[in-house]
């Protein structure tokens, strides 16, 4: 047992620590908030697209676009959303280790896949295993703007279409509840499963069906990925509050257990000093 | 006079919502007027103006590119960015348009840059004029 000034000092430093993690939680939470309204927000968005996306492709069987087209798998690519930094919990642990199984149980070769990185995070590990990172982008905000990843977004597109490579899986965290986060694995490009709820209508094309597939499927790909940017920034708010909540809870213990150690170390200074002064007063009679 | 419902959406979120008499866009193959009752349609639109008609009064929304689509009773529009035209920052968008024509002096020749530099000028400029109006 440490002395009372080093006991005293530990309190003090691991309350200091539990101010900012403290902090820290109630920013997450503020982002959290923030980050679920902009993920309701962009549901009409993607409804609709959705919507019109599986009338489109569906009610025109002979419109054909490269996006729809599966061909054959020479470079496949990765799409991985992380967060911007640490201190998340398991958040980035997660879903990196679900990529990396995902790549491992496909290829052999580093050669056969590219990584496309999404949050700071992602790119650091990427890049200490030595893979091929063929796009990232970090800083990106805590509450996305859609102009703000339009850029990387519409580079990943372009470089499927240009035939960079021939199919595109996409690895986030899916925010379930604010104590939960699942790992979705989803496949983008080429775009084979176009699913929607509603009954697809039959539209006129102005002017066909081919030219409105070539602005729609984009578009409609685009939306894919900035929906899961959204849903995943949702979850990293969330278990940001999470960890920070056990942290500052932790802390507290801690911070109880020291008290209880300096108490009795102080009450055995004092015995001590009694014991002392009476044993002098008996050694003078 | 009937009415169609119109809304504008964007990732970002819905942007405008209202009943209106007519739509005005502009499509990629040229001026497109919608009425109520309009057969279910869709069209690419051009970075452009959305004119919205009802009593006398137009509203003006920026729209850069996107989708129109068209039922009996509604009409959406899906763009990746818009802006009704009393919330449209002009000053970034002067500065954008800036940007862009630098970037266009610059190079001259073509490639995928000069062609994203044309595209945020015409933004740019769109977003000026339905500022203007």
């Known amino acids: 047992m440490g002395s009372l000034r080093d006991i005293k000092n530990k309190i003090t430093s691991t309350k200091k620590m539990s101010q900012i993690t403290k902090a820290m939680e109630m920013v997450a939470a503020s982002n959290f908030t923030r980050a679920e309204q902009n993920a309701k927000a962009f549901v009409p968005y993607m409804e609709k697209i959705q ?3 599986a009338s489109v492709a569906l009610g025109s069987s002979d419109a054909a676009h490269p996006m729809l087209v599966k061909r054959p798998v020479k470079k496949t690519a990765y799409l991985v959303i992380t967060a911007e930094r640490g201190l ?19 290829h052999q070769s580093k050669d056969e896949y590219v990584i496309i990185s999404l949050g700071k995070v992602g790119r650091e590990f990427f890049k200490k295993r030595d893979m091929n990172i063929a796009l990232d982008l970090t800083g990106i905000a805590n509450q ?33 509840n604010p104590i939960q986060n699942d790992v979705i694995e989803k496949k983008i490009l080429p775009l084979t499963d176009i699913e929607t709820s509603k009954k697809p209508m039959s539209y006129e094309f102005e002017p066909s069906a081919e030219e409105i597939l070539e602005v729609l499927l984009p578009q409609y790909a685009e939306s894919l990925i900035f ?24 802390a507290k213990e801690l911070i109880n257990s020291y008290s209880l150690l300096f108490n009795r170390a102080r009450q055995a200074a004092i015995t001590q000093e009694i014991t002392e002064i009476v044993g002098g007063a008996a050694a003078l009679e | 006079m009937k009415t ?24 990629l193959s040229g001026e497109l007027g919608i009425l109520p009752g309009h057969i279910p349609m ?33 009409v959406t529009i899906l763009a990746q960015a818009a802006e009704v035209s009393d919330n ?29 530099a044309e595209l945020a000028l015409k933004r740019a400029i769109n977003r000026l004029d339905v500022a203007g109006k």
Do not use: C, W
């Open chain 1, 51 to 53: 919507e019109v996306t």
């Open chain 1, 88 to 106: 998340k919990g398991s958040f980035n642990s997660n879903v990196l280790r679900a990529a990396m199984q995902g790549i491992n149980a496909r």
């Open chain 1, 144 to 176: 996305p703007t859609f102009a703000e990843v339009k850029d990387t977004v519409n580079k990943t597109i372009g470089m499927f279409i240009d035939g960079a490579f021939d199919e595109l899986y996409m690895f986030y965290n899916h925010f379930v």
């Open chain 1, 227 to 250: 929906g899961a940017l959204l849903d995943s920034k949702a979850g990293e708010h969330a278990a940001g509050m999470l960890a920070m909540k056990n942290a500052t809870d932790n």
């Open chain 2, 4 to 27: 169609i419902k119109v809304s504008v959406v964007t990732p970002d979120g819905p942007v405008y919502e209202s009943d209106v008499e007519m739509v005005s866009t502009k499509a």
């Open chain 2, 42 to 74: 869709v069209a690419p639109l051009q970075i452009g103006a959305v004119r919205l008609i009802s009593g006398g009064n137009t509203e003006y929304v920026a729209v850069s590119g996107g989708l129109l689509e068209v039922r009996p009773e509604q």
């Open chain 2, 88 to 116: 449209i920052d002009v000053d970034r968008a002067l500065r954008a348009k800036e940007r862009a024509e630098n970037l266009l002096h610059q190079q001259k020749q073509e490639n995928i840059d000069f062609k994203r």
